[in-house]
């Protein structure tokens, strides 16, 4: 079974779901490591599915550094929602952190898919109450928590991340600078071996 159909009928609990009809508004794509599949300032016509690979979100501040908002991996979704739902240009950049293969949704397609197959609308309203979900309680943890607990609680619940995104990526992510990060793991990895 593909994977989007198996991620499909885990999140609904469906069984109900009619693969060839709904991998038919899609188109699938790879991308090679550091490749942006969206660039700040272009049309966000796209939504993205990871087959393969690691993606990140991220923008420029006025510093002129990259600040990471959101990673995905396989089985995960991305986008510049608001800019995807909006047909305004991106404000932020999409970027492959390996070689990546994705699903991709077009604007056109997803408002078409909705309409098609009522199922398909329950799937991403739960999509977008888990992403919500996530996304407050990474703001938590980062306001609440001391850093060496919050990275700690970050690498039991997504292992995956901190073994496969760089650390520079990562530290980002998670409002560290890549040395306290290093600094982080080293005495990690000390304290294991003690």
């Known amino acids: 079974m593909h994977p989007l159909i198996q991620h499909i009928q885990k999140m609904t609990g469906s069984r109900e779901t009619d ?17 942006l599949l969206l660039e700040e300032g272009q049309l966000c016509s796209s939504y993205f599915f990871v087959l393969k690979g690691c ?3 991220f923008f420029i501040d006025g510093n002129g550094m ?3 908002m959101q ?3 396989e089985n995960w979704w991305m986008t510049d929602l608001d800019a995807f739902r909006s047909g305004r240009r991106a404000g932020c950049n999409i970027q492959a952190l390996e070689p990546t293969e994705v699903l991709v949704l077009s604007a056109k397609n997803y408002t078409l898919l909705l309409d098609a197959i009522p199922l398909i609308e329950k799937y991403f ?7 919500y979900s996530a996304s407050l309680s990474r703001i938590r943890m980062i306001s609440r928590m001391p850093k060496n607990e919050f990275y700690e609680r ?3 619940l997504y292992p995956d991340f901190t073994q496969r995104v760089p650390q520079k990526v990562l530290a980002s992510f998670l409002g560290f600078t890549p040395e306290y ?14």
């Open 71 to 73: 990673l995905a991996l």
């Open 181 to 194: 990060l290093s600094e982080l793991r080293k005495k990690r990895v000390e304290n294991k071996h003690l």
């Open 125 to 131: 309203r739960l999509v977008y109450e888990r992403a």
């Open 19 to 35: 693969e060839a009809q709904i991998l038919s508004y899609f188109e699938t794509k790879s991308f090679k490591k550091k490749e």
């Open 55 to 57: 993606l990140r979100l």
């Open 154 to 156: 970050f690498e039991s």
């Open 66 to 68: 990259e600040q990471t």
